[in-house]
């Protein structure tokens, strides 16, 4: 059955009580006072009736027996103490996008069935425009910030509930089947909620599993193991309403570490960054490619900043290029930069480490045990070294299926050969050494004569040149192709756009099919909170270049 989250931080708190687990701004908790301030909401929870309903074994993989707990808040220490609150009241608490607009929430409150919400009262607006519209939800708790909207009707403020709350632990015993649910962004179609066994998600992207991969067998070796790393931190940039950022913060308590949120978590602020991981001595820091990465690298060659304490900088979501590589590894000596990939789906699936110039290049990721690459029928296992390219698949620990949503249950995690697996779109190559080359996720796939080409491979290929900050790819109709590749491009501050010297810098690197037949130069890319790139909008502009051929 394995463990539930709750169980390996209660058994971590127990062991260091005075450990520093969070810190934010001006507040500091140790992971006794934390996991103190999670019970009293977990009491508050229970009082109201939010818990568990039905045992895993009654239910089908894409049903849910526990209560839904909407989380809508920007980093702060409430949305963790929220997360890890619903779970031990065995609740599911679950990530809302906060730049939804009414109609988005509205969809996403419906879908999960939400029983309770717990926003920031600069939300408030948005949630009385949408409440009338979702009749399952009884319980709204207020976080207290400097918007200073009134409470909603109805609502509780959250301080005042922990005030009154007892911080004994809940005698409730929590269970690694209880879930963990996270909703996707949205870039295949609507939302969906992904549903893990807290024990399965524990072992695939949570720290717990050994180096050798195998589940750590006991609570006692999550403490054993937490004994080296007192002085580890780690601040995952990206927004906890994205999966990258949660995991990072529960892997590193997993672990025994402390989690460090920046100050201004409106959006990425470079100085902010860079005089956190200095001051509190970070050790990890999670990025996401090199919109992340840019904007850092730009600060630290005009401003005076220390980041020597970083041991590994991990990017997910999008792959880093191999100048911001180079330029990560020049500006911060004995860094190892770690390209994750992965999926709501699978959790983090692989890994490629770089640690000097002579690795930096296009990431090919080691096949594991528990990765595959399936056929495009999804019929079989392909060999090292096949034609064409596959689905990289995953085994082992996965999760039970989408919220709701029996076929497409079936359809992300079919069985095929008595092996169940998970596979969430993304194409790849199976070379004959064993590594994946990563080419792309399908739904941003262009096929173009018959050729498939894959925006992520055409962008790495652009972000060569020296001139190019950022770029998205996307493509538009064309009579004789069918479809053709256009570039949107956001370049350097100060240089001129000369369109040859972009195709001339990319053909390097790719086939000339893949090469754009147009670009398009703006002022900023437009990319979610989380870093991965709007693709939607990138398509809109793609659009208009036709009309103006």
């Not at 809302?96 to 919400?117: D, H, M, P």
């Not at 970083?310 to 180079?326: D, E, M, R, V, W």
């Not at 756009?497 to 086939?511: K, P, R, T, V």
Request: aromatic fraction near 8%; include cysteine; charge should be negative.
């Amino acid at each position: 059955m394995g463990f539930s989250i709750p169980q390996v931080l209660n058994a971590i708190a127990d062991a260091y009580p005075d450990r520093e687990a969070l810190v934010f701004r001006d507040r500091r908790f140790t992971f006794a006072q934390f996991m103190k301030r999670c019970h009293r909401l977990t009491h508050f929870f229970l009082e109201h009736g939010i818990t568990i309903h039905q045992p895993r074994e009654a239910l089908d993989n894409w049903q849910s027996g526990q209560d839904h707990v909407a989380i809508y808040m920007q980093n702060c220490n409430e949305y963790l103490e929220s997360m890890v609150a619903a779970m031990q009241a065995r609740a599911v608490g679950f990530n809302v996008n906060f730049r939804y607009v009414a109609e988005e929430l509205q969809y996403l409150f419906n879908n999960a069935g939400t029983k309770a919400i717990i926003y920031q009262a600069k939300y408030a607006p948005f949630l009385s425009e949408v409440l009338p519209h979702v009749p399952t939800v009884k319980l709204l708790i207020q976080v207290a910030d400097e918007s200073g909207n009134e409470l909603l009707p109805g609502a509780y403020d959250y301080e005042t509930i922990l005030s009154a709350s007892s911080d004994t632990r809940p005698t409730l015993e929590t269970s690694g089947d209880d879930l963990y649910m996270l909703y996707t962004g949205g870039t295949t179609g609507m939302p969906k909620g992904v549903l893990w066994r807290q024990a399965d998600i524990l072992v695939a992207g949570l720290s717990g599993e050994e180096k050798n991969g195998q589940p750590i067998a006991s609570l006692s070796r999550f403490v054993e193991r937490a004994a080296k790393t007192a002085s580890g931190r780690s601040l995952p940039t990206p927004p906890f309403m994205h999966g990258t950022g949660q995991w990072v913060a529960l892997g590193a308590w997993h672990a025994g570490s402390g989690v460090v949120i920046q100050n201004n978590v409106d959006r990425l602020d470079a100085k902010d960054l860079l005089a956190v991981i200095e001051k509190e001595q970070v050790t990890v820091l999670s990025i996401v490619g090199d919109a992340f990465a840019r904007p850092l690298l730009d600060e630290m060659r005009v401003g005076h900043y220390d980041p020597s304490s970083l041991k590994a900088i991990i990017t997910s979501g999008a792959i880093l290029s191999p100048q911001c590589k180079n330029d990560l590894l020049a500006a911060v000596p004995g860094v190892r930069i770690v390209d994750t990939m992965g999926s709501s789906e699978t959790g983090p699936q692989a890994r490629q480490i770089s640690n000097s110039a002579e690795n930096i290049h296009k990431p090919r990721f080691a096949l594991t045990d528990q990765n595959r690459v399936l056929s495009e029928d999804l019929s079989k296992v392909l060999a090292r070294g096949h034609d064409g390219s596959g689905w990289v698949a995953k085994i082992g620990f996965v999760p039970l299926g989408y919220l709701g949503d029996e076929a497409k249950t079936q359809k992300t995690f079919p069985t095929i050969d008595g092996i169940r697996y998970s596979v969430p779109g993304d194409r790849v190559r199976l070379l004959e050494n064993g590594e994946i080359d990563f080419l792309g996720r399908d739904s941003v796939t262009i096929n173009s004569g018959g050729e498939k080409i894959f925006a992520e491979e055409v962008e790495q290929a652009l972000k060569h040149h020296v001139d190019v900050q950022d770029v998205v790819v996307s493509s538009r109709p064309s009579e004789r192709w069918g479809n053709e590749v256009v570039a949107i491009v956001q370049l350097r501050d100060g240089v001129n756009f000369d369109s040859n010297s972009l195709i001339s810098a990319a053909a390097e690197h790719i086939a000339r099919y893949k090469l754009p037949k147009a670009m398009v130069v703006v002022e900023l890319i437009q990319r979610g909170a989380n870093g991965k790139a709007d693709y939607r909008w990138a398509k809109q502009l793609a659009l208009k270049t036709q009309s103006e051929r």
